[in-house]
Protein backbone atom coordinates (compact mmCIF):
# COMPACT_ATOMS: atom_id res chain seq x y z
CA UNK A 1 0.00 0.00 0.00
CA UNK A 2 1.43 3.96 -0.86
CA UNK A 3 1.65 6.08 1.17
CA UNK A 4 0.02 9.53 1.48
CA UNK A 5 0.12 13.22 2.92
CA UNK A 6 -3.49 14.54 3.48
CA UNK A 7 -3.87 18.43 2.90
CA UNK A 8 -6.19 20.43 3.82
CA UNK A 9 -6.95 22.94 0.89
CA UNK A 10 -7.50 26.50 2.36
CA UNK A 11 -4.57 27.89 4.78
CA UNK A 12 -2.06 25.12 3.59
CA UNK A 13 -1.96 25.10 0.01
CA UNK A 14 -3.52 28.23 -0.70
CA UNK A 15 -3.64 31.90 1.00
CA UNK A 16 -7.10 32.22 2.83
CA UNK A 17 -8.77 36.02 3.96
CA UNK A 18 -9.50 36.42 7.60
CA UNK A 19 -13.00 37.10 8.13
CA UNK A 20 -12.55 38.42 12.39
CA UNK A 21 -10.55 36.50 12.20
CA UNK A 22 -11.61 33.03 10.54
CA UNK A 23 -10.18 32.03 7.51
CA UNK A 24 -12.52 32.28 4.59
CA UNK A 25 -12.03 30.48 1.03
CA UNK A 26 -11.67 31.88 -2.23
CA UNK A 27 -14.64 33.15 -3.88
CA UNK A 28 -13.26 32.31 -7.27
CA UNK A 29 -10.25 31.19 -9.57
CA UNK A 30 -9.02 35.00 -9.35
CA UNK A 31 -8.43 35.10 -5.65
CA UNK A 32 -6.66 32.14 -5.86
CA UNK A 33 -3.04 32.48 -4.11
CA UNK A 34 -0.51 29.29 -3.74
CA UNK A 35 1.50 29.90 -0.62
CA UNK A 36 5.13 30.08 -0.76
CA UNK A 37 7.26 26.49 -0.74
CA UNK A 38 3.78 24.53 -1.48
CA UNK A 39 4.90 23.86 -4.70
CA UNK A 40 8.25 22.58 -3.63
CA UNK A 41 6.53 20.63 -0.99
CA UNK A 42 4.19 18.48 -3.62
CA UNK A 43 7.65 17.79 -5.12
CA UNK A 44 9.25 16.61 -2.09
CA UNK A 45 6.07 14.53 -1.68
CA UNK A 46 6.61 12.95 -4.74
CA UNK A 47 10.01 12.00 -4.80
CA UNK A 48 9.57 10.24 -2.10
CA UNK A 49 6.80 7.92 -2.95
CA UNK A 50 4.06 9.76 -1.14
CA UNK A 51 0.74 10.49 -2.49
CA UNK A 52 -0.61 14.57 -2.06
CA UNK A 53 -4.24 13.68 -1.12
CA UNK A 54 -6.47 16.94 -0.52
CA UNK A 55 -9.43 16.77 2.06
CA UNK A 56 -11.10 19.92 1.62
CA UNK A 57 -14.36 21.04 3.46
CA UNK A 58 -16.15 23.42 1.77
CA UNK A 59 -19.60 24.18 3.58
CA UNK A 60 -20.37 27.23 1.47
CA UNK A 61 -21.88 25.35 -1.47
CA UNK A 62 -24.51 24.05 1.22
CA UNK A 63 -24.78 27.45 2.74
CA UNK A 64 -25.70 29.13 -1.03
CA UNK A 65 -22.95 30.98 -0.84
CA UNK A 66 -20.49 29.77 -3.91
CA UNK A 67 -21.48 26.83 -6.11
CA UNK A 68 -20.24 23.30 -6.28
CA UNK A 69 -19.36 23.67 -9.71
CA UNK A 70 -17.27 26.74 -9.01
CA UNK A 71 -15.66 24.77 -6.16
CA UNK A 72 -14.55 21.94 -8.32
CA UNK A 73 -12.99 24.83 -11.14
CA UNK A 74 -10.83 25.99 -8.06
CA UNK A 75 -9.79 22.67 -6.67
CA UNK A 76 -8.58 21.99 -10.25
CA UNK A 77 -7.01 24.98 -11.27
CA UNK A 78 -5.34 24.19 -7.32
CA UNK A 79 -4.26 20.54 -8.67
CA UNK A 80 -2.68 22.25 -12.15
CA UNK A 81 -1.13 24.84 -10.09
CA UNK A 82 0.77 22.62 -7.77
CA UNK A 83 0.79 19.13 -9.39
CA UNK A 84 -2.13 17.32 -7.26
CA UNK A 85 -4.28 14.74 -8.93
CA UNK A 86 -6.32 13.82 -5.59
CA UNK A 87 -9.44 15.83 -4.30
CA UNK A 88 -11.65 14.73 -1.79
CA UNK A 89 -14.26 17.38 -0.92
CA UNK A 90 -17.01 18.04 1.73
CA UNK A 91 -19.73 20.14 0.56
CA UNK A 92 -21.95 19.93 3.37
CA UNK A 93 -22.30 21.87 6.61
CA UNK A 94 -22.48 20.70 10.50
CA UNK A 95 -26.13 19.94 10.04
CA UNK A 96 -25.95 17.78 7.54
CA UNK A 97 -24.31 15.41 10.54
CA UNK A 98 -22.74 13.65 7.05
CA UNK A 99 -19.46 11.34 7.82
CA UNK A 100 -17.30 13.39 5.29
CA UNK A 101 -17.25 16.60 7.07
CA UNK A 102 -14.35 17.34 9.04
CA UNK A 103 -13.74 16.63 12.09
CA UNK A 104 -15.19 13.27 10.70
CA UNK A 105 -12.18 11.22 8.91
CA UNK A 106 -14.80 10.26 6.39
CA UNK A 107 -12.76 11.78 3.08
CA UNK A 108 -9.47 10.82 4.70
CA UNK A 109 -11.36 6.82 4.79
CA UNK A 110 -12.34 7.75 1.24
CA UNK A 111 -9.23 8.57 -0.39
CA UNK A 112 -7.27 5.60 1.20
CA UNK A 113 -10.21 3.03 -0.01
CA UNK A 114 -9.76 4.56 -3.58
CA UNK A 115 -6.32 4.93 -3.63
CA UNK A 116 -4.86 1.92 -1.67
CA UNK A 117 -3.49 4.10 1.18
CA UNK A 118 -2.38 2.83 4.15
CA UNK A 119 -3.79 5.38 6.82
CA UNK A 120 -0.67 4.01 9.91
CA UNK A 121 1.96 5.26 7.25
CA UNK A 122 0.35 8.17 6.54
CA UNK A 123 0.39 12.14 7.65
CA UNK A 124 -1.91 14.90 7.68
CA UNK A 125 -1.29 18.58 7.64
CA UNK A 126 -3.76 21.05 8.67
CA UNK A 127 -4.27 25.04 9.59
CA UNK A 128 -7.70 24.20 11.63
CA UNK A 129 -8.66 22.25 14.55
CA UNK A 130 -11.17 20.18 12.16
CA UNK A 131 -8.68 19.17 10.29
CA UNK A 132 -6.27 17.73 12.81
CA UNK A 133 -9.60 15.71 14.12
CA UNK A 134 -10.33 14.23 10.98
CA UNK A 135 -6.68 12.75 10.75
CA UNK A 136 -6.02 11.73 14.66
CA UNK A 137 -9.47 10.00 14.35
CA UNK A 138 -8.31 7.78 11.22
CA UNK A 139 -4.71 7.21 12.65
CA UNK A 140 -2.78 9.75 10.63
CA UNK A 141 0.19 11.56 12.77
CA UNK A 142 -0.77 15.32 12.08
CA UNK A 143 1.14 18.29 12.05
CA UNK A 144 -0.49 21.79 12.51
CA UNK A 145 -0.05 25.25 10.80
CA UNK A 146 -0.77 27.35 13.38
CA UNK A 147 -2.34 30.99 11.91
CA UNK A 148 -3.66 32.16 15.50
CA UNK A 149 -7.12 31.96 14.32
CA UNK A 150 -9.89 33.04 16.42
CA UNK A 151 -11.82 30.03 16.86
CA UNK A 152 -10.70 25.95 18.54
CA UNK A 153 -7.51 24.54 19.13
CA UNK A 154 -6.88 21.06 18.00
CA UNK A 155 -6.20 18.53 21.09
CA UNK A 156 -3.02 17.21 21.09
CA UNK A 157 -1.11 14.70 19.97
CA UNK A 158 0.34 16.88 17.03
CA UNK A 159 3.24 18.76 15.62
CA UNK A 160 3.38 22.48 14.90
CA UNK A 161 4.87 23.83 12.51
CA UNK A 162 5.13 27.24 10.07
CA UNK A 163 3.87 25.82 6.83
CA UNK A 164 3.27 22.74 4.68
CA UNK A 165 7.03 23.18 3.81
CA UNK A 166 8.17 22.36 6.93
CA UNK A 167 6.13 19.67 7.88
CA UNK A 168 7.04 17.95 4.49
CA UNK A 169 10.20 18.06 5.15
CA UNK A 170 10.05 16.43 8.74
CA UNK A 171 8.44 13.58 7.19
CA UNK A 172 10.51 13.09 4.62
CA UNK A 173 13.94 13.39 7.04
CA UNK A 174 12.00 11.20 9.65
CA UNK A 175 10.15 8.97 7.27
CA UNK A 176 11.98 5.71 7.92
CA UNK A 177 11.59 6.11 11.85
CA UNK A 178 8.75 3.58 13.47
CA UNK A 179 7.62 6.48 15.70
CA UNK A 180 7.76 10.26 15.45
CA UNK A 181 7.32 11.88 18.72
CA UNK A 182 4.29 14.78 18.49
CA UNK A 183 3.81 17.08 21.33
Known sequence: MKKAVFLDRDGVLNRTDLVYGIPKPPANLGNIEILPGVIEAIEILKKNDFVPVVVTNQPDVARGVIRRSDVEDINSAIGQAIGIRHFYTCFHDDSDFCDCRKPAPGLI??????????????????????????????????????????????????????????????????????KFRFS
Open 109 to 178: YRASLELHLSIKDSFLVGDRWRDISAGQAAGCQSFFIDYSYRELKPKMPFKKVSSLLEAVKIIVGEKNET
